[in-house]
């Protein structure tokens, strides 16, 4: 099975794009970094698409961060698909021995990776079939304007990633794209392909819903959420929060 179609039956079983993303900061937690994540975990799956731990907030506490990384990656339900941000970019040679790092070692299902190395610089996590690669498209922070939207010779900086996406077809692994609410319009959106997404920016980034056009989409969608799941509005529990983010991203793509 692909990672595209373990997705897509995840998706059709939860009735839910949400993809709940795991980014323990330690001021702002209670008690220990494993408790915390667990808790996260147990009570936000059963309205969670996927998961995704950002591995910058796990390396922040050192060894022991990993160690619970490593864990947690144990714990999560196997039907569950874990993509693992990492944003990776590096030569093929290296890139070969983080793709194992991630894909043999840990057994996520997919991955960020920045493409900015070019083709032969992904060309090792797409050997891997029931695996799947998230290229940087358009991310959700404002630098997004001084490279990944510029103008090339009338098309746009990102349109030449998702050239690469396209050229993976033809390899074992998939390949979608990263795509930030905060910066989408609607002249944008009409340029990106129907490719698996991963879209950022809902929440505290103050991405909007109603900007995503997905009508006519047959690829999956993973719309994340991070912030206002795991700090947002303290009054209420995990589940609670990811439940209200599944259902405002159903009513949104259903229109």
Same mark, same amino acid.
């Given at each position: ?35 915390f994540c667990m808790q996260v975990i147990e009570e936000t799956a059963p309205f969670a698409a996927a ?17 619970? @990384?490593? /864990? $947690? ?5 196997? +039907? ?6 990492? =944003?990776? %970019?590096?030569? #093929? ?55 990944? @939207?510029? /103008? $090339? ?5 990102? +349109? ?6 396209? =050229?993976? %077809?033809?390899? #074992? ?83």
């Amino acid at each position: 099975m692909s990672f595209s179609e373990k997705l897509s039956d995840r998706i059709a079983v939860t009735g839910s794009n949400l993809c709940v993303g795991l980014d323990p900061r330690a001021e702002q937690i209670d008690g220990d970094l494993h408790t915390f994540c667990m808790q996260v975990i147990e009570e936000t799956a059963p309205f969670a698409a996927a998961f995704k731990p950002n591995i910058a907030y796990f390396e922040a506490y050192g060894a022991a961060g990993y160690q619970v @990384l490593e /864990d $947690l990656l144990q714990q999560i339900p196997d +039907e569950v698909p874990v993509v693992l941000d990492v =944003k990776r %970019s590096d030569i #093929p040679e290296t890139q070969k021995y983080y793709a194992k790092s991630y894909f043999e070692n840990w057994s996520v299902d997919a991955v960020t990776i920045n493409s900015y190395l070019g083709f032969d610089s992904i060309e090792p996590f797409l050997q891997y079939e029931d695996r799947g690669v998230y290229l940087l498209g358009i991310t959700s922070n404002p630098g997004a304007q001084d490279m990944e @939207l510029r /103008d $090339l010779e009338g098309r746009l900086a990102f +349109e030449h990633v998702q050239d690469m996406a396209h =050229k993976s %077809s033809s390899y #074992p692994g998939d390949a979608g794209l990263v795509v930030g609410l905060t910066n989408v319009t609607s002249e944008i959106l009409a340029k990106v392909s129907d490719v698996p997404l991963l879209v950022p920016g809902l929440g505290a980034q103050g991405g909007n819903l109603e900007d995503l056009q997905v009508a006519g989409r047959q690829a999956p969608l993973l719309i994340n959420a991070s912030r206002s799941i795991l700090y947002g509005e303290p009054d209420k529990g995990f589940a609670a929060k990811a439940e209200a983010a599944r259902d405002k991203i159903v009513a949104a793509i259903n229109g």
